[in-house]
């Protein structure tokens, strides 16, 4: 039974590339968040999305980036454009329903902008 | 944006030692949680409290949901090497926000005394 599976783990992009983050969640979850931790910190909240749904999207930044959770797919977090700040771990989550039971962490895709 | 106060920063421990760790914040939480996070990792969950007064254990730890629902804290006892990593403490507000999207603290980091 695979976990929240993440890829790349690993990312570098230059100044103004693009940068695409795919997320599988756990078998049986149609919930995902996506959370931006930055060097010594805590993670904070990006989006929440279901199948073909933005549910809240309250933290993520308003230009640049956006957020998918396709049919079919994986979850896409995208960042146009990338300036050294994008850099940071990039984690996405997934559950089987509202709340928090079965909420469940990938490792993580860690991106740098050079 | 909302965030928890979690102390102390760091610590360092000796093994057979016991570890307190706590979090505060300004507004009703209806639910605290406390990851731990390795290196290169996304955060694992230790202990879930969801009702005021709460008090969980699992295993070593022991954590309590504060009367006032504003604060929690964690204990480790009779630390071992494995305990070492980043703890962070997790929130969900009352008023929701979207059901799902957690408010985490900026971690604990435990190291071993050299």
């Known amino acids: 039974n695979a976990g929240v599976m993440q890829n790349p783990r690993h990312l570098v992009r230059r100044r103004g590339q693009e940068a695409r983050l795919r997320c599988s969640p756990m078998?049986?979850?149609?919930?995902v968040y996506w959370y931006r931790q930055l060097p010594e910190e805590g993670l904070k909240f990006m989006v929440y999305l279901q199948k073909e749904n933005i549910i809240d999207e309250s933290g993520m930044p308003k230009e640049r980036f956006s957020a998918e959770f396709p049919k079919e797919g994986p979850s896409i977090l995208r960042i146009q454009q990338v300036v050294r700040g994008d850099s940071a771990a990039y984690f996405c989550?997934?559950?089987?329903?509202?709340?928090?039971?079965?909420?469940?962490f990938g490792s993580g895709t860690r991106l740098t902008v050079v | 944006g909302q965030q928890l106060n979690q102390s102390p920063q760091s610590m360092f421990i000796q093994e057979g030692e016991d570890v307190s760790m706590n979090c505060t914040s300004s507004s009703i939480f209806n639910t605290w949680l406390w990851y731990k996070q390795d290196p290169g990792e996304g955060p694992v969950l230790l202990i879930a409290?969801?009702?005021?007064?709460e008090l969980t254990s699992n295993g070593r730890l022991t954590a309590q949901f504060g009367i006032t629902r504003k604060d929690s804290f964690l204990n480790i006892s009779a630390s071992i090497p494995s305990d070492v990593g980043i703890y962070f403490c997790a929130g969900q507000e009352t008023d929701g926000g979207s059901q799902g999207n957690l408010i985490f603290g900026k971690g604990t980091k435990l190291s071993v005394k050299p």
């Open positions: 078998k049986g979850h149609s919930h």
């Open positions: 409290l969801y009702k005021a007064g």
């Open positions: 989550a997934s559950s089987p329903g509202t709340g928090l039971y079965g909420y469940t």
